[in-house]
C-alpha cells in the first residue's frame, strides 16, 4: 500500500516561490497517476495539477499554470510541486494524492478529480501573505 507524507508549507510573501515535496513510501511505480489538490477554508478541493506514472500526460489547473510545476525524483520517491509567483489565492492546505487502482485519466485538458485517488497525505498548509 502507498503512503504519502507531504512537507515544505509554510508562510511566503506574494511573489515569492515555495516547493512541496511528497515522499512516497515504496517505489514510486506503485501508482498509476499522482495529483497534488488543495482546499482553501470554505470551498471544495481543487485539482492543482496530476501527472500519469509515466510521465507522459500532465495536467494543470487554468489558476496555477505557467506558475506550478510537478515532477518526481524517483531516486527519492519523491514527488515535488514547484510554485513560483505565488498570490494570496494560492493559500490552502495541499493535498498529494495517488491512484493506486488505475481510476484516474490524466490528460492535459482533464482535470483532476478527488474521486479518482485513494491514497492521500495528510496534507500541508500553504499560506501567502504580506
Known amino acids: 500500500q502507498v503512503q504519502l507524507v507531504e512537507s515544505g508549507g509554510g508562510l511566503v510573501q506574494p511573489g515569492g516561490s515555495l516547493t512541496l515535496s511528497c515522499a512516497v513510501s515504496g517505489s514510486t511505480l506503485n501508482y498509476y497517476a499522482i495529483a497534488w489538490f488543495r482546499q482553501a477554508p470554505g470551498k471544495e478541493p481543487e485539482g492543482v495539477t496530476c501527472q500519469s506514472n509515466r510521465h507522459d500526460s500532465t495536467y494543470y489547473a487554468d489558476s496555477v499554470r505557467g506558475r506550478f510545476t510537478i515532477s518526481t525524483d524517483n531516486a527519492k520517491n519523491t514527488v515535488y510541486l514547484q510554485m513560483n509567483a505565488l498570490e494570496p489565492e494560492d493559500t490552502a492546505v495541499y493535498y498529494c494524492?495517488?491512484?493506486?487502482?488505475?481510476?484516474?485519466?490524466?490528460?492535459?485538458?482533464?482535470?483532476?478529480?478527488?474521486?479518482?485517488?485513494?491514497?492521500w497525505g495528510q496534507g500541508t498548509q500553504v499560506t501567502v501573505s504580506s
Open positions: 494524492a495517488a491512484d493506486s487502482e488505475g481510476h484516474a485519466v490524466v490528460a492535459t485538458l482533464s482535470p483532476c478529480w478527488p474521486s479518482e485517488y485513494d491514497v
